[in-house]
């Protein structure tokens, strides 16, 4: 929902404490950072998963998930 909210405009800020509504600029600052450490930890786990596939064999070519 805070993700729709913040495509649609709204100034919602994020942080360690949670969700809250932002009325400065540093707050929007610290939510642009918060949300590109987010980014860059999700692109780091994308990055281990694809070495971690390369030069592998996958059983199932299908796609599916086995756990």
Known sequence: MVN??????YPIGSGRDGYFYIRTFGEARETEEHL???IRG?????????????GKLLSDVGGGCHR
Not at 4 to 9: A, M
Not at 42 to 54: D, N
């Open 4 to 9: 729709h909210l913040r495509q649609e405009g």
């Open 36 to 38: 590109a450490r987010m």
């Open 42 to 54: 999700l692109e780091a786990a994308r990055q281990g998963l694809l070495r971690g596939m390369e």
